[in-house]
């Protein structure tokens, strides 16, 4: 089994950045992908970004620009940094990890954005 854990979100204003961290643990032998999602309320959850095995991004058009994807092969962890946060990023954020034709998911971290 793979688990997931996220942590870094909270309340922040408008404008100002965060630093999401996401730690893969558990039977972790060859990575396809991991991303980042998010679902903010009344809507469905949509992809932010995505780093493949090779290291190669992309993002979705809204944040673009805006968010980066790192990713610590040794620690088997993955960073979501945004900057210049909207209302509109507030959301709860997912952590996804793509193994062989195994699917996982984390529990999420709530980022609010809000004055």
């Known amino acids: 089994q793979v688990q997931l854990v996220e942590s870094g979100g909270g309340l922040v204003q408008p404008g100002g950045s965060l630093r999401l961290s996401c730690v893969a643990s558990?039977?972790?032998?060859?990575?396809?992908?991991m991303g980042w999602y998010r679902q903010a309320p009344g809507k469905q959850r949509e992809l932010v970004g995505a780093?493949?095995?090779?290291?190669?991004?992309n993002y979705a058009d809204s944040v673009k620009g805006r968010v980066t994807i790192s990713r610590d092969n040794a620690k088997n962890t993955m960073y979501l940094q945004m900057n210049s946060l909207k209302p509109e990023d507030t959301a709860v954020y997912y952590c996804?990890?793509?193994?062989?034709?195994?699917?996982?998911w984390g529990k999420g971290t709530l980022v609010t954005v809000s004055s």
């Open positions: 996804n990890l793509q193994q062989y034709h195994m699917d996982y």
């Open positions: 558990g039977r972790i032998f060859s990575i396809d992908v």
């Open positions: 780093i493949t095995n090779s290291g190669s991004t």
